[in-house]
């Protein structure tokens, strides 16, 4: 368990670089037992994603495969995984995991923090699929040794688009789920096991958004933010996860009635999108305005730090140029699932940027002497660094240096969006307050 006591700082780090990552919602305990149960979309990242939102040491069940695998068993191994056997593992399965539940419940019953995918498979589906026992079962064993409840702890993980670097992804973590009235019955009791069981999914159900098919999120991601910032709403990223699940379920509703006036509002919503797209805004920054004397001192502001910034970040994009452009084609020679890619993306790129520094270190020792080497070994890490933060910047500069020319010199057509913006929330309070 060598990587154990520096998975919740590296996982932190790696997440933040592959994605924008945010973290909402309740704070996870950080004393005592506690059992983590998370939604699954991208396979070995997801416990890196739960592990940066608990911040302490987890240990969590991953299928016995993964330690044999020849790519990341030794990261499964060196974190302290506990195996789990399917069925299909072979014919000892049943009475290995007999093992995992007993390792499992000595954890929590000394105070550890465990992690467990409910689902029991990484998935790429729109929705949360159908819970395993297995977390219940846990629980329900291990509180004859703690005393009786402890928390049980959601986790919904959401990726806007999860094999995209530096793509947006958000972690939810929700309240714990009540089970004090169901700790005394026991691991045995098939009753308190299916009873927690649709505990634990309704409140994964509450932190995630479940779809009935991938084409909906960019409707519902317009339509939720339309209404946003049109009606007002609660601007905290867990408030606006919830009102996307919420209107997930209305869209499912309503999609029941054929003749119904969703279908025309969807398709108006979509072409509200499509102009937007063009314009490269979102419903929030259309209905924003151009005010000058803020203008002039955000232009400022971006001209002191891009001063500094720039210079470094082109220096870092070009000594970076190499291993960055090699990590997309390296990563699909592995023909990896697609629950996989977003993982062997970063364990690939990962590897190709430390050899990559390593090796530029060498030389430079070679050739200026030791110290030079290990200077370069440690600022190259941090120019990196510098350099995705000065990039990110740029992109959201540019974009709204573009955006403030574009009110200023398509008046015309922004006030007609406005007003079509404004009638298209109204018609979405109406219509969602119907479907509920």
């Known amino acids: 368990m060598w990587l154990l ?3 919740s700082p590296l996982s932190r780090f790696a997440l933040r670089v592959f994605y924008r990552l945010g973290v909402t919602g309740e704070r996870v305990p950080q004393r005592g037992p506690v059992l983590l149960v998370a939604n699954h979309p991208n396979s070995l990242l997801d416990p890196a994603a739960v592990v940066a939102v608990a911040g302490r040491p987890v240990r969590f069940l991953a299928k016995a495969p993964l330690f044999s695998h020849g790519a990341v068993g030794w990261l499964v191994r060196g974190s302290g995984a506990i195996p789990v056997y399917r069925r299909q593992d072979g014919p000892a399965a049943a009475g290995a995991n007999d093992d995992t539940f007993r390792a499992v419940q000595d954890a929590l019953a000394a105070g550890a923090a465990v992690g467990i995918f409910p689902e029991g498979i990484s998935h790429t589906s729109p929705a949360l ?3 395993k ?5 846990i629980a329900l064993g291990a509180a004859a040794r703690t005393g009786g409840a402890f928390p049980v702890v959601p986790v919904g993980l959401v990726f806007r688009d999860k094999e995209a670097f ?8 929700g309240e714990p789920v009540a089970w004090d009235d169901l700790a005394a019955r026991g691991e045995g009791d098939r009753g308190a096991v299916q009873e927690l069981t649709a505990r634990i999914a309704e409140a994964l159900e509450r932190v995630t958004i479940n779809l009935e098919r991938w084409e909906d999120a960019p409707l519902l991601e317009t339509a939720e933010a339309i209404y946003s910032v049109e009606i007002g709403a609660d601007p905290v990223p867990a408030a606006r996860v919830r009102r996307m699940r919420e209107a997930a379920a209305a869209l499912a509703r309503l999609r029941q009635d054929e003749r119904g006036p969703w279908r025309s509002l969807a398709r108006e919503v ?3 999108a499509r102009a937007l797209r063009v314009l490269g805004m979102t419903p929030e920054q259309l209905k924003g305005g151009n005010r000058t004397a803020l203008a002039a001192g955000w232009l400022a502001r971006q001209a002191a730090f891009f001063a500094l910034g720039v210079p470094v970040a082109a220096l870092g994009t070009v000594i970076f140029f190499i291993p960055y452009r090699l990590t997309r084609p390296a990563a699909g020679l592995t023909h990896a699932t697609p629950d996989m ?3 062997t993306k970063l364990l690939i790129g990962s590897v190709l940027h430390l050899l990559w520094i390593a090796a530029l270190a060498a030389l ?3 050739r200026f002497g030791p110290l030079a080497g290990l200077a370069a070994l440690l600022a190259l890490p941090a120019m990196g660094i510098v350099t995705l933060h000065v990039r990110d910047r740029w992109r959201r500069a540019t974009g709204e240096a573009r955006r403030f020319i574009l009110r200023a010199r398509r008046r015309a057509t922004i006030e007609e969006l406005r007003t079509r913006q404004r009638e298209l929330a109204a018609r979405l309070h109406a219509i969602t307050t119907v479907a509920r």
Do not use: D, I, K, Y
């Open 5 to 7: 006591p520096v998975f």
């Open 364 to 366: 430079v020792g070679w």
């Open 129 to 131: 699929a159908p819970l």
């Open 341 to 343: 890619r977003a993982t």
């Open 166 to 173: 530096r793509s947006e992804g958000m972690a939810v973590v």
């Open 133 to 137: 026992t297995g977390a219940a079962r």
């Open 270 to 272: 979509a072409g509200h």
